[in-house]
């Protein structure tokens, strides 16, 4: 029986990584700066409450949020900020971004930009991330299944 089972995960081993093979592209691979393992270098920035928050009444903070947004798109644009979203809750972990950057310094600049990190009301924390190739399709995918902008 132990030998029927081993054999069997052999079987579904091989026929799975044949499988994974077979789907491989070598352009799309190379067009998203993939590695060998389909992975390549990102930045992430998690976003967190600043200690500045109570400073600003509350369309001060609308205004800052909306300068917030208006910087995200203006990253995306730029083809810069491949994924941003919040966290749910009303935690000190507020986000994240994940930049397509080589370096924390160019990362810890684009992040500078933004108003609310300006007015103190976020602070990020950067760190160099391994992430899966194909997240830098996002921004090509994200639009087709958007139907409200913020």
Not at 4 to 16: E, I, K, N, R, V
Not at 17 to 37: H, I, N, P, R, V
Not at 86 to 115: C, H, M, S, W
């Amino acid at each position: 029986m132990k030998i029927s089972l081993f054999t069997l995960a052999l079987l579904f081993t091989f026929a799975f990584s044949s499988f994974s093979q077979e789907q491989y592209d070598e352009s799309l691979a190379t067009k998203l700066g993939a590695d060998d393992y389909g992975m390549r270098k990102y930045v992430m920035a998690f976003l967190l409450r600043g200690d500045r928050v109570s400073e600003y009444g509350e369309t001060e903070r609308a205004d800052i949020q909306a300068g917030h947004m208006a910087n995200i798109s203006r990253m995306a644009e730029m083809g810069k900020l491949i994924v941003a979203g919040p966290f749910f809750g009303n935690d000190e972990l507020r986000g994240i971004y994940i930049f397509d950057v080589q370096t924390i310094e160019e990362a810890k600049a684009l992040t500078e930009t933004d108003p609310a990190i300006k007015a103190g009301v976020l602070k990020m924390d950067l760190k160099e991330w391994y992430g899966s190739a194909a997240l830098m399709m996002l921004p090509e995918i994200y639009p087709k299944v958007t139907k409200k902008s913020f």
